[in-house]
Structures are given as structure tokens and as C-alpha cells.
Nanobody
Framework: QVQLVESGGGLVQSGGSLRLSCAASGRTSSGYAMGWFRQAPGKEREFVAAISWSGGRTYAADSMKARFTISRDNAKNTVYLQMNSLKPEDTAVYYC???????????????????WGQGTQVTVSS
């Protein structure tokens, strides 16, 4: 079993920044991709960003790629999401997810992930 624990969420003013972290532990496979998704009240969970095992390939939703950056530190089994220029519409619960293997196909699809964290709340005030 794999556990994912997110941290770094909180309350920030519009235009501010936050860095989310997600630490993986347990029986991770030899290689795995990581992703971030978010879910606002009354809305479906949506893709934010994803990163390949090596970190050489990253993906982000079009509406966020100019402001959000995903990265990872495999020595720490941790993935990060740097969020800049935050807007009130970024308010949501942010979830990290892990998908076993080296493939980068479909990393924007929530159904392709094997494990999910509990989520961390991000609230952006106007």
C-alpha cells in the first residue's frame, strides 16, 4: 500500500503564492508519475499538473501553466506544486495522486491514478 500526504495549503491573499508538497511512503513501485488535481465546492475534480518519474516531462492545465509549476525530488519521494499569482477561483481542495510506472500517457486523467492523498485546502481571498 502507498500513502500520500499533502501539506502546504492554507489561506492566502489574491496575488500571493503557496507551495504544496506531497510525500509518498509505503510500497511504491520502482517508478511512478505524480499528479495534482483540485476540487472546488460543487465542481468536479480537475487536473492541475503532472510530472513523469524522471521529472523530465511536466504537464499542466492550460489555465494554470503560466502560474503553477510542478517538480519532484525522488530522493525524498516528494512532489511539489508551486502556485503563484493565486486567484480566488483557485480556491479548492488540492489532491496529489500517484500512478505506477514510467508511462506519461493520460496523466491528465484522474482515472489513471492508483493512489490519492487526502487533500489540502487552499483558500484565496480577494
Amino acid at each position: 500500500q502507498v500513502q500520500l500526504v499533502e501539506s502546504g495549503g492554507g489561506l492566502v491573499q489574491s496575488g500571493g503564492s503557496l507551495r504544496l508538497s506531497c510525500a509518498a511512503s509505503g510500497r511504491t513501485s520502482s517508478g511512478y508519475a505524480m499528479g495534482w488535481f483540485r476540487q472546488a465546492p460543487g465542481k468536479e475534480r480537475e487536473f492541475v499538473a503532472a510530472i513523469s518519474w524522471s521529472g523530465g516531462r511536466t504537464y499542466a492545465a492550460d489555465s494554470m501553466k503560466a502560474r503553477f509549476t510542478i517538480s519532484r525530488d525522488n530522493a525524498k519521494n516528494t512532489v511539489y506544486l508551486q502556485m503563484n499569482s493565486l486567484k480566488p477561483e483557485d480556491t479548492a481542495v488540492y489532491y496529489c495522486a500517484l500512478r505506477n510506472g514510467y508511462s506519461t500517457y493520460g496523466l491528465n486523467e484522474r482515472g489513471s491514478y492508483n493512489y490519492w492523498g487526502q487533500g489540502t485546502q487552499v483558500t484565496v481571498s480577494s
